[in-house]
Antibody, heavy 120, light 107 residues
Framework: QVQLQESGPGLVKPSQTLSLTCTVS??????????WSWIRQHPGKGLEWIGY???????HYSPSLKSRVTISVDTSKNQFSLKLSSVTAADTAVYYC????????????WGQGTLVTVSS | DIQMTQSPSSLSASVGDRITITCRAS??????LNWYQQKPGKAPKLLIY???TLQSGVPSRFSGSGSGTDFTLTISSLQPGDFATYYC?????????FGQGTKVEIK
């Protein structure tokens, strides 16, 4: 059974970089066939797609966040990461990591989500 | 970006009711449309992918249809565990986008 688990600081100061890691168990990130993704949800709001990385290294990011986002994969640890720079209070949200299916683009496995608050 | 618009934003229904949620895309997305259920404090759960294919383990009272720009999610007989928020998501072109959600509440 595939499981994803987010980890990282729950509080980040404005202008700093938000860094989260997603640890994948029950399957290999390097096996191919999946988009390793980050999605966020502002408090009480809907889902916002941040971007994904394919195991080959190709990435796609939301245009609204592209200048500040980096998604990377560490196959040796079976993890992938999110870095979001120059954060503001508007980046306060629950951040989810998720596995996207290559053929359908649907997200079949999700982490439980982690709340990141941007505040001084 | 492809905009996804769901309707209604919320609805009240009773156990046993048949309900339909609509999702409209701003451009044709073929059949690259997925549906999720989210309960408070939980991650979304995939219900249907590629417009009409039921994810493993999802009850058959859930069904999806559509193509191009107009899609529907139908629950044939609402059960107590179905009261939640539902989201559609297009995976036709990046940035992949979600609808704003439809909250299904108990009448």
């Amino acid at each position: 059974q595939v499981q994803l688990q987010e980890s990282g600081p729950g509080l980040v100061k404005p202008s700093q970089t938000l860094s989260l890691t997603c640890t994948v168990s029950g399957g290999s990130i390097s096996s191919g066939g999946y988009y390793w993704s980050w999605i966020r949800q502002h408090p009480g709001k809907g889902l916002e797609w941040i971007g994904y990385m394919y195991y080959s290294g190709s990435t796609h990011y939301s245009p609204s966040l592209k200048s500040r986002v980096t998604i990377s994969v560490d196959t040796s640890k079976n993890q992938f990461s999110l870095k979001l720079s120059s954060v503001t209070a508007a980046d306060t949200a629950v951040y989810y990591c998720a596995r996207g299916d290559y053929s359908s683009g649907s997200y079949d496995y999700w982490g439980q989500g982690t709340l990141v608050t941007v505040s001084s | 970006d492809i905009q996804m618009t769901q309707s209604p934003s919320s609805l009240s229904a009773s156990v046993g009711d048949r309900i339909t949620i609509t999702c409209r895309a701003s451009h044709s997305i073929s059949r690259f449309l997925n549906w999720y259920q989210q309960k408070p404090g939980k991650a979304p759960k995939l219900l249907i992918y590629a417009t009409s294919t039921l994810q493993s383990g999802v009850p058959s009272r859930f069904s999806g249809s559509g193509s191009g720009t107009d899609f529907t999610l139908t629950i044939s007989s609402l059960q107590p565990g179905d009261f939640a928020t539902y989201y559609c998501q297009q995976s036709y072109s990046t940035p992949w986008t979600f609808g704003q959600g439809t909250k299904v509440e108990i009448k």
